[in-house]
């Protein structure tokens, strides 16, 4: 396996950002939309006090992005805070550009409504784009329509605002881009806009809607991305995060550096986040784009509304890790509790006179962002028709869905396997109140097998488990590792062999021991793969981060084996409260950050491991896998926030030769790496604080 150990350099300069674990893009770019640079108000009050943020956090974006070397930016519009006709504009515009250029970056600009005046609506806030401000723009950033090449890559920018008003620059962008677009038919285009052109559907009002393009031109632009067959569209204006499909076209569009819009929290079953949700800084980053043979990679990197500059001085990088798509020997699942998606209406209020109906994209995509490959969804969600299309956009994306049925002598499942067959990746099937199945379930897995080639696993449901502390006993979901030569003996009398049997782990069991005892290790006759139900423990962040860690970890050691953790959002309406891999606004918790960066670290190769003794040190558990090429430790804290000796572990294993130490170091829970080139102070390394699950990565010399 080619494990990097050294920060990524460019331009020979150390960057902040860690991409070192991504494999080869042909195009790199920096997407980022909606700074809104804010001349200081000094004393004045405000509405918002995080308005005052919204400079500093332009500068923390800025730094990141810096030294990381990337073929151009993109500024999809909203380059300030106030508007064309407002006092303060022209300085606003003067100083943005000069925050820009301290970092040495040059901006690909795409006009917003703060840069020249709002679309032509009579319900719009502020003025409409002008012939004045459309000139004081061209004179300021050259024409607001416009395109250029790299290498097989043809970017176009629109000027949104303009679309459907009597302009007559409104009616020369539309002929220059159905000529654009017919001249470059060959290359793989991007466009890029400030407006989305629609927010949830293409049929959506317009009249009184702030977030989308009206008719005629929205169905005319629609019309030519799926004619000329554009691969992406990025759009900003929302400050929120959406995907969608546009036919084959990827459609994005993207948060902001600065702040959230207040009336899209209605997205969320929670209460609003700060400032009535204005402030929701888990929401708040760029994205970092790749170019990939004939498909891109979008990378999200959150900001989480930091101010401070991110300078080179600071040891620890930001790790960027891979995506469903790239991660193909990965086992890592989850099961949705919830529905991968839910609509909502934002009130009519301030900024739009209508409602406006969104869609909550944040759990499908943070499942792409964490690596995820296969679900667990029930198999209702599929006869749902809004969840059946978020489930094939997720499926488009490198996530298998596996649905789940409960077994019934009276379901014609048959029936409901080949309606849907074209989405599923797999079926389980669970057998109700006894782990054993009998003639007829047997019957059909064997009927299910040869005529619908999907693969099936077998599962169990157990009511009436009884667990300590609570007052009602509760569903058991899942074969204890046990129950599994039983199983294999029934099914050996009968002659039938079965792909999967789904496992559970037990809330105090040790993944690590469970699965090195698993049965791949002394393989079952009639079960190909044993996969296993890992469920997060209650609202312990460390005891949370530590079985998250320990469960991706230990899958390394059954490679035909997958996980599946839950919840993928917090439980807390519930008799059983538990804290998912998200909270309820949509947020990651540390557990993300802790499965996105192991699961790129070990499964981007297909290599195969060999668990190594577990050692403790001081408070720390230590679990260990050895390659071929690498060796990965594990510390597991059994509380936070520790020091421990580890320059003298790292003698005692042999990692420090001739003072000089080659590895990297993974702070999982907050998702960045340290390389370890050169160990001058030993001292420091005596005094290294564990204040989450660490991964240490040493190659083999």
Known sequence: MDVAVSDKKENGKDTMLDSSFLPEAEIEFFLLSDTHYMIDPGTDALEFESRRLQSPRIQ?????????????????????????????????????????????????????????????????????????????YHEKHGCSWYSWDVGDLHCIVLNSQIMNSALPEAKQQRQWLESDLQNHGGKRTFIFIHLPIYLENTGEPSLGHYDNIDEPDRSWLLKLIRTYRVEAVFAGHSHFSFFDRIGDTRYYIAPSTSFTRPGFAECFTSCPPDEQG???????????????????????????????LVEDSMRESRVITRLSHDLPYSPTGISLRYPLSKLAEIPIAFPSMIRQRIRNDYPLLSCIDMGIRNIRVPAGDLKDAFQRRRLEVLRDDGVQVNAVWQWSEHAMLSEEFIRYKDLLDGVELQILG????????????????????????????IPQERIPGKQHSRPRFGYKPYELKKLNSMLSAKGVCIDRVLCRVDPDASPWDMMRQAPEVCPLSRIRA????????????????????????????????????????????????????????????????????????IFSSPEEYRPLDISVLGSVRILGLKGNAVTFYLFLPLDAGHTIPLGDWLKLNNKINQNKLSGKCIYLNRGTSLCLDLIKHTLLFNEFCVDGPVLFIFPDS
């Open 60 to 136: 923390n974006a800025l730094s990141l992005m810096a030294g990381f070397n990337v073929a151009f930016i993109v500024h999809l519009g909203d380059l300030v805070q106030e508007y064309p006709e407002r006092e303060g504009f022209r300085r606003a515009v003067i100083e943005a550009h000069e925050q820009f250029a301290r970092f040495g970056i040059k901006c690909r600009q795409v006009a917003g409504n703060h840069d020249m005046g709002d679309k032509p609506d009579p319900t719009m806030p502020t003025d409409w784009v002008n012939a004045v401000s459309l000139r004081a």
């Open 434 to 461: 006894t782990p054993w199945p009998d003639r007829k379930v047997l019957e059909v897995l064997c009927n299910y097998k040869e005529n619908l080639n999907i693969p099936i696993t077998l599962s169990t449901v």
């Open 278 to 308: 204005r402030n929701d800084i888990g929401k708040l980053g760029f994205y970092l784009v790749r170019v990939v043979k004939k498909d891109i990679r979008v990378h999200f990197i959150r900001t989480w509304g930091e101010t401070e």
């Open 530 to 601: 044993v996969d296993w139900l890992i469920e997060l423990p209650a609202t312990n962040v460390n005891l949370q981060n530590n079985r998250v860690a320990e469960a991706v970890f230990s899958s390394a050691l059954c490679r035909k084996s997958r996980i599946f953790l839950e919840p993928l959002v917090d439980l807390d309406r519930t008799m059983d409260v538990c804290y998912g891999l998200l909270d309820r606004l949509c947020n990651p918790r540390p557990a993300f950050d802790v499965v996105r960066c192991i699961n790129t670290v």
